[in-house]
């Protein structure tokens, strides 16, 4: 069970998980720049002020193995019985990571290449996101990358957060870009959500509130931020984790991870470069190519209900308010904007944005030709 404080000021109910939990010792992880510039470390400072606490900040943006590793030998030599993430969706992973490949007894890459199962229970872990965009307080599953490939380290069980809080006062000193790129990232997961080979009422519930959140707010929180956007962001990017919590993601996250690992684009900004195109991609489904056992029919009939849900008539609409709200945000549409400007380097997204857990839960089969062709188009 996870239990939500949801609001301005929410935050100071910290104290009441404290005392629920009576830890000895506490384990906090944070961003290297956010925890400061959020203003989560004066509320913390009181907040934790009667505990012993061990910080833990020594990581990349996105989490690499070798980070996951230094947090585990210092977690566990600091006896530590409480996990607290503070920040982006990067540090709610790798604070995932520690904790549960912390409790567990052979090398953390052996359980994140599925080679074995986890068989020891974590601490209890609160996550305390300050951007709005991963959701990665709602799921069961974190990213890891060893080397530039990307895992996805999941425990249906162990790995979602005990106690989540929402308080919209921590994501008020969001840089502009920061929060149009978490934003769409939480759109692009509510769409991917919508039309996942693995959707179920449930999770196109979930997507369906998340949607019209995020496109009543975003364009307003990067361009007028204000306490009513930045709350809603909060929640709708929530809703969003829940929906691929259940469905997971498909192939505009898999195509995604290549862009981020070799080009360094921000995994929001690299999410949402094909999302407009696998609106149009996936809209052409046939019998042949259709991945989704309900069939090509139920696929049209997902896309034309997203049609709606963006207030447009077809597909073709749905992709240029995408481009539109892109634009609106301040995120450049073309890969030669963020240096991915040849065919070598179109060669090293097909060669890796074919993650079969992601692509696989594509509605239609996306092929290498029809990856290229989408390249092409948004070079």
Known sequence: MQYEYI?????????????????SSVFVVTGKNSYQRSGAQKMFESLLSDYKVIFFSDFSVNPQLEDVKKGIALFRRSGCDLVIAIGGGSVIDIAKSINFLAAQ??????????????????????????TAGTGSEATHFAVVYIGKTKYSLGHQGWMLPKYVFLDPNLSFNLPKYITASTGIDALC?????????????????????????????????VNNPSAPNREAMLLGANLAGKAINVSKTTACHAVSYPMTSYFGVS??????????EMCLYNSAVTDDDCLDGRGAESVKKTLSELCSLFQVQASKQLQEKINN???????TRRLVDLKINSPEHHDIIVAHGFNPERVNNNPRELTEGAL????????
Not at 197 to 204: G, L, Y
């Open 7 to 23: 609001g301005p000021g929410s935050l100071a109910r910290l104290s009441e998980v404290l005392e629920k939990e009576k830890p």
């Open 325 to 331: 709200l892109m634009d609106q945000i301040g995120l």
């Open 189 to 221: 997961q509510a769409v991917e959500s919508y039309w996942s080979t693995q959707s179920t009422e449930e999770s196109k519930e979930y997507a369906r509130k998340a949607i019209k959140i995020i496109l009543d707010n975003l364009a307003s929180a």
């Open 267 to 276: 995994h929001g900004h690299a999410c949402a470069l094909t999302l407009g």
């Open 105 to 130: 007894y052979e090398v953390p890459e052996d359980y994140i290449t599925k080679k074995l199962i986890a068989a020891h229970k974590p601490k209890s872990f609160v996550a305390i996101p300050t």
């Open 372 to 379: 290229r062709d989408i390249l092409k188009r948004i070079s």
